[in-house]
């Protein structure tokens, strides 16, 4: 009922007019059945209890609801690199869209909420991947400046974004087993929260992995979406005019799609060069 909503024209003109979310804008469609229902089906929110090593996956709300071929690209490549993945049960949104409004006690409930269910496995000395940046930047930064807990520091020193996590001791790992090549020229765009991580450009990196895949490093400022900012009618002509050097050059003929860690970004990279946008775990997958 929500997506046949979104694709209402009478629909978009109300939510412009009662939420002043811009009718102009492409949004998602919602997915059918969430992720952590799907990872509960598989046995993926039970530890692991097999001589692998394991890794903790923090899927975030954009993975869960809207697009879960990310988290299960995200599975299906951890595990191909010999992980057993842990997808703990009761998980939530990271906070951030809270935090970002300034609503500091919802953010602050949400950081309770995930740090009792994610430091057990930290403690245990587990990695934490998260496939959103933004929900990285929360857990390793914001947890602890809203929670003065010991609790947020052990948590926040097992976390990783995910394209760093894989980039980080696997790369030889990926190089050895080989994949399938993808004759396609991508363009890939480094998110202001994946630069705020202080990390590698560790997306550019991966894809470059894949055999005959042409990328093209997209590092030319913010996509101008900046979460929810883009999606109101007062900031959407805005939000393309801050993105338009990366819009530029996503447009340019020489790349055939679009690639970047964060979703929101790729909203906007989709919403303004009409291509097919991905998260890097997606072609790795692939």
Not at 174 to 183: K, L, T
Not at 204 to 218: C, G, K, S, W, Y
Request: with cysteine; charged share 20%.
């Amino acid at each position: 009922l929500t997506n046949l909503a979104l694709r209402s024209r009478s629909s978009r003109w109300l939510f412009d007019r009662l939420f002043g979310i811009s009718a102009l804008r492409r949004l998602p469609r919602f997915a059918s059945r969430p992720f952590m229902a799907r990872a509960k089906r598989r046995g993926w929110t039970r530890k692991p209890t097999g001589g692998k090593p394991a890794v903790v996956y923090f899927v975030d709300l954009y993975a869960n609801y809207i697009d879960p071929q990310i988290a299960e690209a995200t599975v299906a490549v951890l595990q191909h690199q010999g992980y057993d993945v842990f997808v703990p049960a009761g998980q939530g949104g990271s906070g951030m869209e809270a935090l970002v409004h300034g609503d500091v006690e919802t953010a602050r409930e949400r950081a309770m909420h995930n740090l009792r269910i994610l430091v057990e496995p930290a403690r245990a000395g587990w990695p934490i991947v998260c496939s959103e940046p933004s929900a990285a930047v929360a857990v390793r930064r914001d947890y602890r400046d809203l929670v003065d807990v010991d609790d947020a520091r052990v948590v926040a020193e097992r976390t990783e974004e995910l394209s760093a996590f894989l980039l980080r001791g696997n790369q030889a790992a990926i190089s050895r087993r080989g994949m399938q090549a993808i004759d396609v020229a991508i363009g890939h765009h480094v998110p202001c929260h994946v630069r705020a991580l202080r990390g590698p450009i560790a997306g550019a990196e991966l894809l470059a992995m894949i055999p005959q895949t042409r990328v093209h490093t997209i590092d030319v400022g913010c996509s101008g979406m900046a979460g929810t900012f883009g999606l109101k009618s007062s900031n959407y002509r805005l939000s393309h005019a801050a993105g338009s050097a990366m819009l530029h050059e996503l447009r340019r003929p020489r790349t055939l799609f679009g690639s970047a860690e964060c979703s929101a970004c790729r909203m906007q990279m989709e919403d303004g060069s009409q291509k097919r946008c991905l998260h890097p775990v997606q072609y790795l997958a692939l």
